[in-house]
């Protein structure tokens, strides 16, 4: 079964390579979605895969990130929409 998962992570999370780290585990994890930087320095993430996988990136993003401080993880389920790859976006 496929899942759905928006997460806002909060701290310091911008500048620090967050986007790319992201990305180079969606893609070892075989998950689709984006990753971007917000306005108010957030970073908003979308994945779409396996239930285990997208647990495994948000605790490798809040907790292993060799930059990154994230303070809060924000954390919607949402339905699939059938994305394909993984991406970083402005």
């Known amino acids: 079964m496929v899942y759905r998962v928006s997460a806002t992570f909060k701290g310091k999370v911008q500048g620090v390579y967050f986007r790319q780290y992201t990305r180079r585990w969606a893609e070892m994890l075989s998950l689709s979605g984006y990753v971007k930087n917000m306005p108010d320095g957030?970073?908003?993430?979308?994945?779409?895969?396996?239930r285990?996988?997208?647990?495994?990136?948000?605790?490798?993003?809040?907790?292993?990130?060799?930059?990154?401080?994230?303070?809060s993880v924000d954390i919607k389920v949402q339905e699939p929409e059938g994305l394909q790859g993984f991406e970083i976006t402005d």
Request: glycine residues 4%; proline residues 3%.
């Open 52 to 71: 285990q996988a997208i647990q495994e990136i948000l605790r490798r993003l809040k907790d292993e990130h060799p930059q990154a401080t994230v303070t």
């Open 42 to 50: 957030t970073v908003l993430a979308v994945f779409e895969g396996q």
